[in-house]
């Protein structure tokens, strides 16, 4: 029968795990958290892990959403994009702000006439 494991043990196994999560793929707090509790990580070690790497800034929602709408605003327009962030746990204000920060690096109308003319060749 094997010791149950420390709470220091614990915090690594979930730290690992969140760095593997980020390595793959910027990721918003929300995102992270949900993929922790679903791997049953205890609330404080959860809590401890995502405190540690924002302190680190290796997780950021602003610079994650900054990314996202600079990734995708030339193919989609704000509404999908304002969802897919949503989606992802990022708050209403946070997303209004990247997005009138950003949306001078694009032209909107011609990102949504592109689109529309994509949809009416399909």
Partial sequence: MSDPETNQEVDTKALGY??????????????LVKKMRSKAYPEDTV???????????????????????QGRMKKYGFRRIALELSDKGIP???IQSTWGCLKNDVDEESVVRAIALKRVRA
Avoid: T
Wanted: glycine content about 2%; overall charge positive; aromatic content about 4%.
């Fill in 18 to 31: 969140a760095h593997r999560l980020l390595k793959l793929r910027p990721r918003s707090k929300a995102e």
């Fill in 92 to 94: 209403k204000e946070l």
């Fill in 47 to 69: 809590a401890r892990v995502v405190d540690g790497l924002e302190s680190s800034r290796h997780l950021d929602d602003e610079a994650f959403a900054k990314a996202w709408v």
